[in-house]
Structures are given as C-alpha cells and as structure tokens.
C-alpha cells in the first residue's frame, strides 16, 4: 500500500483565492506588519515568502527590518506604536530572535487582538478553553487539512512528537477538543516507536530529520510531517522518514508541499479575520 499524499501547497493556494475574494469586500485592506530583527538567513526567506503572500491576496504588508544589535526597548517601542496603528491589523514577530531579546516579553506586548501567531496568553488561554480567538498558524493549518481530507478525528488516538508552544501543546488542544485521545511525546520519549506504533493520526514537529521512520508507523495512520530540515547535502527533509512511512500511512503529507503551505495561508486568514472583527466592534 502506498499512503494519498495530501496536497498542502494546493490546499492552501485555493484558501488563499478564497482570501482574496473576502480582502476585495473590505473598504480599506486588512495590514500586516512584520517585524524582523538581525540577518538570519532562513528568516529573512520566511519574512519574504509571507510578503508575496500578502501582497497577492491584497492584503496592506510592513516588512519592518530592525539590525540585530536592536534594544528591547526599541523594539517594544516599535510594537506600541504598531498596535496604536489603524492601518495594521496583524503583527507578527519573526521568530528566533537575538539572544539578548527577552521573546516571551516581546511576543506578550502585541495586543491579543492583532495577535495574528496566535502566541499572547490571552489567546493561548482562549484556546485551551475552548473559546479560540486568533489561533496559532501551524496547528490550525494541520486541522484544516485534516478537516479537508475528510480525516475522522473523534474517538481516535492522535499522537504528537514534539512538545513546544508553537506546535505541539496547541496541536494537543486543538486534537482534543475535536475529540481525539491524545499522547505528547518528546524527543527524550523512551521508546518512541511504542507510542507512534499505536496513533491513528501521528503529527510529527521536533525538528530532527528522519526521527519516525516507516516502522515506526502504525498501518493505515495519518501522518503530518511538521519538520523542515536542511541535511548536509542541501536537500529537505522532514522529521518522518517519507518514502517507507508513505508505504505503511493511509494518508501523508510531503517535505516541502505539506504543512509549509498552510502555515502560510492561515498567517493571512488570521490577518483578515482580525481586520474583519475590528470592523465588526466598529460598527
């Protein structure tokens, strides 16, 4: 058997249209301010790719680019005057930050509201609570395919690899409050293999290539491959060894052309829906 492999890129470019279309209805377009701080390669690419984006979806984009040697009391500085901007919907801070950066502090100064990473506790704890507001791209984007793919969560056991406050916590709520029995592994799980033998949906998101390989897999699972990784040779690759889980999986996503994508799209969904609330308060 050979797993479907579920199609993120197109999945996410048809969201974006639909995106599209909703921006065209708005008087003024939804804005998104990207604050990006030092010349780390692989964030000044991401930073790019999400301005195309929202530069074809119509959306009003910012790039701000700060040098790395930024106080925190500038940056902060920069943030109020982001969330005092009528202009801006949604600020996003490119993550990793220098180390003399406190991002904790940092991601907690953007109002909840324009919050579009979904990272602020107050949407954390919405969230949890079942009461989501601005959600977190990642996991949001992974319900979304599921959903898509007309993937049966309630009932079954979903197991995450991967722990963190991006991906993995939020991707354990989300899971749960759908209906699924979850398990987070780590990295450090003893044993692995045990707990990812027995998902009937396994998200994968540790950042170490290779890490779940096709034994590993339980047959007929659903896969989500989070990790993008660079090897030594330059290629991608994910945290699931695709070519023998794709021969155990019922359905897989791809490194790149899966959860990369989405992540993407629902950064823009999230932008226009907080320009869509902020108009609705208005009125």
Do not use: W
Not at 115 to 129: E, I, M
Not at 150 to 171: D, L, Q, Y
Not at 221 to 239: C, P, S, T
Request: aromatic share 2%.
């Amino acid at each position: 058997m050979s797993a479907t492999i579920i199609d993120g890129k197109g999945l996410a470019q048809h969201m974006r249209e639909a995106l599209k279309n909703r921006v065209a209805s708005f008087p003024n377009p939804p804005g998104l301010a990207v604050i990006i701080v030092g010349d780390n390669p692989a964030s000044q690419v991401y930073v790019s790719n999400k301005e195309k984006a929202c530069v074809a979806a119509g959306i009003h984009s910012e790039v701000i680019a700060l040098p790395g040697e930024t106080s925190e009391l500038d940056l902060l500085d920069r943030i109020e005057k982001l969330n005092a901007d009528p202009k801006i919907d949604g600020i996003l801070v490119q993550l990793p930050l220098p180390k003399h950066l406190n991002s904790r502090r940092v991601l907690d100064s953007i109002l909840p509201e324009k919050d579009v990473d979904g990272f602020h506790p107050s949407n954390v704890g919405a969230l949890f609570l079942g009461n989501p507001g601005l959600q977190p791209c990642t996991p949001h984007g992974v319900m979304k395919m599921l959903e898509h793919e007309n993937v049966e969560i309630r009932g079954k056991h979903a197991v995450i690899v991967g722990a963190s406050n991006i991906v993995g916590k939020p991707m354990a709520v989300m899971l749960l409050h759908a209906g699924a029995t979850v398990t987070i592994c780590n990295s450090k799980t003893p044993d692995l293999g045990h707990h990812t033998r027995d998902a009937d949906i396994l998200v994968v998101a540790v950042g170490r290539p290779n890490i779940v390989t096709g034994d590993m897999v339980k047959e007929g699972a659903v896969v989500i491959d989070v990790g993008m990784n660079r090897l030594e040779n330059g290629k991608l690759a994910g945290d699931v060894e695709f070519e023998s889980a794709k021969m155990k999986a019922a359905k897989i996503t791809p490194v790149p052309g899966g959860v990369g994508p989405m992540t993407i799209a629902m950064l823009l969904e999230n932008t226009v829906e907080a320009a869509a609330r902020k108009r609705e308060e208005a009125v």
